[in-house]
């Protein structure tokens, strides 16, 4: 298995409260993902990164940032957190950007 | 656009064989995935298929038809284990991420 952690694992915030998540790998992976996953819609991609310092928005990167500052670490920032922002977060990585991606275990976030 | 059909649920018993549908609509197309995801864990990389073709890896394999943007995953003999929702991807236009389907959740029964 690709050595991939996310922390933390369960998160119940209240809404506008600030919220970062993070991703570790120890795999060297130049390319790093987040993605969301809520019943009725699948895996939706919110940010990407292919690069330290390198990230470009997915498909439903509304209402979150991201940041790179070294190849291990990926962050995902809720500024001011929402209940539609609710879901679990999985973050994944791959080694070039066709390559096959490996998750991480998930972040079930809560937002009250 | 992109779009990606999965049948959303589907049962089976052990021993069985069964196959999972997906089809896709997409441009530029640079290969389809299938992931496995057990209820409340990491979806766990199966197949990528780039050519036309069965690929088989084990009880699992995984068909491809770029000309008619379908492809299928065939379990065989079912196990409990296989009890999961199987994901299908494919490459944006871009060729930067994966869009998934909505997965079908396989349920297995002795």
């Known amino acids: 298995d690709a050595g991939i952690t996310q922390s933390p694992r369960h998160k119940v915030t209240e809404t506008g409260t600030p919220v970062t998540l993070r991703c570790h790998q120890t795999?060297?992976?130049?390319?790093m993902y987040w993605y969301r996953q809520d019943p009725g819609h699948g895996l939706r991609l919110i940010h990407y990164?292919?690069?330290?310092?390198?990230?470009d928005k997915g498909e439903v990167s509304d209402g979150y940032s991201v940041s790179r500052s070294k190849t291990e670490d990926f962050l995902l920032t809720l500024e001011s957190a929402t209940s539609s922002q609710t879901s679990v977060y999985f973050c994944a990585i791959s080694e070039s950007t066709t390559d096959t991606q490996y998750f991480g275990p998930g972040t079930r976030l809560t937002v009250l | 656009g992109q779009n990606i059909d999965q049948p959303t649920e589907m049962t089976a018993t052990e021993g069985a064989i069964v196959q999972i549908n997906c089809t896709y609509q997409?441009?530029?197309?640079?290969?389809l995935f299938w992931y496995q995801q057990h209820a409340g864990e990491a979806p766990t990389f199966l197949s990528y298929?780039?050519?036309?073709g069965l690929e088989e890896k084990g009880r699992f394999s995984s068909f491809l038809s770029r000309s008619k943007g379908y492809s299928y995953l065939l379990l065989k003999e079912l196990q409990m284990k296989d009890s999961a929702s199987y994901l299908c991807a494919v490459w944006n236009q871009a060729g930067t991420a994966l869009i998934f389907g909505k997965g079908t959740t396989l349920s297995v029964s002795s």
């Open positions: 997409t441009s530029g197309f640079n290969g």
């Open positions: 298929n780039v050519l036309d």
């Open positions: 795999e060297n992976h130049r390319y």
């Open positions: 990164s292919y690069g330290v310092k390198d990230t």
